[in-house]
């Protein structure tokens, strides 16, 4: 149990263009879902915290226009990256789990990541 | 601040031999902590979780420990393999997941 997709694995997109990953909780209700990402040989930094039905909460210098996510049922929540640039280029992983308070003290599910690269 | 360090950033071992990766944390106040594996260019793969109130578990060849007065949690894999490569993220929760920068490991066949 506690399986989390991703969708695509992978995208390549040109300078401009927006992508939108999506993060599915397959079986089971994902109350908290989180975003982050990972550039080459370095650890996850969590870009944003989504609760079902509310605005995300977004990290400290991660752009809120930038980076929408909608966590629009208790099993999806989709990261659109606008206007991307190739700085943008990174590995983003998802995580969901069905704790309350923001999740805290959950264990958290991971997806198996998006490998974005911005031409 | 709640900050999360493994050291070492890298290690290499002949097959068989015993796997020890250090992780330490410096705000004791965390609900739980976990091991993860991650290969080259995927996801992350969870290994072991150790509530607050628990001193270890085990899974197999591993066995996690954790020490809140001293700030520490450590992985021993036993016997490695050469499967046993890759990179290993500890992560401790708080309001939220504050993670490591990770051990990357070789196991030399």
């Known amino acids: 149990g506690a399986v989390v997709s991703q969708h695509p694995s992978w995208v390549i997109c040109k300078s401009g263009t927006s992508v939108k990953i999506e993060c599915r909780s397959l079986d089971f209700q994902a109350t908290t879902m989180f975003w982050y990402r990972q550039f080459p040989k370095q650890s996850l930094m969590l870009m944003a915290t989504?609760?079902?039905?509310?605005?995300?909460?977004?990290e400290q210098g991660v752009e809120k226009d930038k980076f929408l996510i909608n966590h629009a049922s208790l099993t999806l929540s989709t990261l659109t990256v606008t206007s991307a640039h190739p700085e943008d280029s990174s590995f983003y992983i998802c995580s969901a789990t069905s704790g309350t308070s923001g999740g805290a003290g959950y264990e958290q599910y991971f997806g198996p990541g998006t490998r974005l690269t911005v031409t | 601040k709640q900050e999360v360090t493994q050291i070492p950033a890298a290690l290499s071992v002949p097959e068989g031999e015993n796997l020890v990766l250090n992780c330490s944390f410096t705000d004791s106040a965390i609900y739980n902590l976990q091991w993860f594996r991650q290969d080259p260019g995927k996801g992350l793969t969870s290994l072991l979780l150790i509530q607050s109130s628990q001193r270890e578990q085990t899974s197999g060849r591993l066995n996690a420990s954790l020490d809140k007065s001293s700030g520490r949690s450590t992985l021993y894999i036993a016997a490695s393999q050469p499967g046993d490569s890759a990179t290993y993220l500890c992560?401790?929760?708080?309001?939220?997941?504050?993670f490591g920068a990770g051990t990357t490991v070789t196991v030399r066949a």
């Open positions: 992560a401790g929760s708080y309001y939220k997941l504050s």
């Open positions: 989504s609760n079902e039905g509310s605005k995300a909460t977004y």
